[in-house]
């Protein structure tokens, strides 16, 4: 059964890792081996699943009654690295 919740943790879990990816190897291999190409290949992907993570934080913060704090939190977590990790733990996983 399709729910938001699902979605959200799945594109959490997708815009972390290409985030990760992103920052601890793309960009390092771009600077250190002056090869743009995994940049270029990550960015656009991890670009559209930050935008649909903090679209569907949107769409659910409601539902799960996040407080304005705690929804500032888990928007400012897709900026942070590991961050989208944290608010699947913290608040995501325990809700049914």
Known sequence: MFSFLNTFRVVALL?????????F???????????????????MPHGLLFVAYVAIAFLIKNDLNWTNKEFAIVLIAAIVPFGTFYIDKKYLKTVK
Do not use: H, M, R
Request: cysteine-free; aromatic content about 10%; proline content about 7%.
């Open 25 to 43: 190897i793309a960009t390092p291999i771009k600077y250190l081996a002056n090869d743009p190409q995994y940049v270029k290949l990550l960015g």
């Open 15 to 23: 815009e972390g890792v290409s985030y990760i990816l992103l920052l």
